[in-house]
């Protein structure tokens, strides 16, 4: 039987491949059989010879269907080889009733591939060609002609209704499964990002609670140590200051990082004022004329998101301010349907990307960390400069259902 059914009925694929293979089977099975009886019946006469000739050709029209049957596809062509199909069988049914057999592998065929009523119509042609092919060669009426092959139609139809009414439910459940699959990813990725939250929040916590606190305690100790110290004490004093310095510098890293865990620029606050604040403020402490604008329907973004678009922002003028000699420079904030974007452009001297490298001190791996921080959450940064044609940081975070909270 061909895989081509009809939209109200199973699609390809649906019928799984044993029940095609003894569909099939069946069919040649009966047709061999009824081919054999005549043969038998007219002792190899020109009506057996005829009938053998063309069970053939209904063979060979039926296999071209189940061969070539991803063509069938075209609703026409379909048509074209269940018609010449039925044309066959009608033919060989005027030479014996042996080949009404086939009359119930017909039934399927016919529900399979056409439509609605059509299907019903033409299990009733179907049937009506039996009966009186039967009466025909019987000569005479009898209930077994008539009742054989009602019966035989209506099990076809109710056997087809019933596996369309169990496919179109198993859809129906696998719908389902599909839906509380991916209700279940979402929930757990969520509790993970809910996760990492809680662990960020929990450690800068920690850290300002303890760390911080404990060298900025230090740190007033050894100032009041040094007040402290009679005049001649010089070398006691030299490494109080060498101590202060040290708990000075860890107590700023300590803060720094507290505030990489929780950026108080976007607390209380969005994304797109933070990004203002910080344009104001670095227009305010360098001179260069820093401007804000942004551009799509402002949405909630992950934490995640806002740190990192924060910290390429703040990267990246940075840059700007110590080595870029701009007048002016424009952060734009984009919140398009797929993805947000960030882009700082400044009118200074450029640089040459390729000759870029991390200095010996241990700066220079700012944009290779930015590019890292950016790419794991699934985005891409590009640099664009040439020198003396200033430098535009392009920044693009794939932005789906998923991300907008």
């Known amino acids: 039987m061909s895989e081509t059914l009809s939209p109200s009925s199973p699609g390809p694929g649906a019928i799984p491949r044993l029940m095609r293979l003894a569909f099939h089977t069946g069919f040649l ?29 209904l063979t060979a029209v039926y296999a071209a269907g189940a061969v070539v049957r991803h063509a069938l596809h075209r609703r026409w062509l379909a048509m074209t080889w269940l018609a010449a199909v039925t044309a066959v069988w009608a033919g060989l049914l005027v030479i014996s009733p042996d080949f009404s057999w086939l009359a119930f592998p017909l039934f399927f065929l016919h529900l399979h591939l056409l439509r609605g009523r059509h299907a019903l119509v033409a299990v009733v042609v179907v049937t009506t060609l039996v009966v009186t092919a039967q009466r025909w060669h019987a000569g005479a009426w009898s209930v077994g002609m008539v009742l054989g092959p009602v019966i035989g139609a209506g099990v076809a139809v109710v056997i087809t209704w019933g596996y369309a009414a169990i496919y179109a439910e198993s859809q129906r459940r696998q719908a389902l499964i599909d839906d509380l699959t991916r209700t279940r990813e979402q929930l757990a990725s969520t509790q993970h990002q809910a996760g990492v939250a809680a662990e960020r929040e929990r450690l800068a916590r920690e850290i300002h609670d303890t760390l911080a606190q404990g060298l900025s305690s230090i740190v007033l100790l050894l100032r009041a140590a040094e007040s402290a110290l009679p005049a001649e004490a010089d070398k006691a004093r030299a490494r109080i200051a060498e101590a202060q310095r040290t708990a000075a510098d860890n107590l700023d890293e300590a803060r720094r990082f507290v505030r990489d865990l929780r950026p108080p620029s976007l607390t209380g606050a969005g994304l797109p004022q933070a990004l203002r604040r910080l344009c104001e403020d670095t227009a305010r402490e360098s001179g260069i004329d820093c401007r804000f604008q942004t551009d799509g329907v402002p949405v909630e973004l992950p934490s995640g998101y806002e740190v990192a678009l924060l910290r390429a922002a703040q990267a990246s003028l940075g840059n700007v301010v110590r080595h870029a000699r701009a007048r002016t420079t424009v952060v734009t904030l984009g919140l398009l349907d797929t993805e947000v974007t960030l882009d700082i ?19 220079g791996y700012g944009l290779t960390a930015l590019r890292e921080r950016i790419g794991a959450l699934g985005g891409r940064l590009t640099v664009e400069t040439t020198p003396g044609d200033g430098t535009a940081v392009a920044i693009r975070l794939p932005l789906t259902d998923e991300e907008i909270r």
């Open 29 to 57: 099975l009966l047709l061999g059989i009824a081919t054999a009886r005549v043969f038998l019946t007219h002792a190899a006469g020109p009506t057996s010879w005829l009938a053998v000739a063309m069970a053939v050709l």
């Open 345 to 363: 452009y400044d009118d200074g001297v450029g640089f040459d990307p390729a000759a870029a490298r991390p200095a010996a001190d241990g700066s």
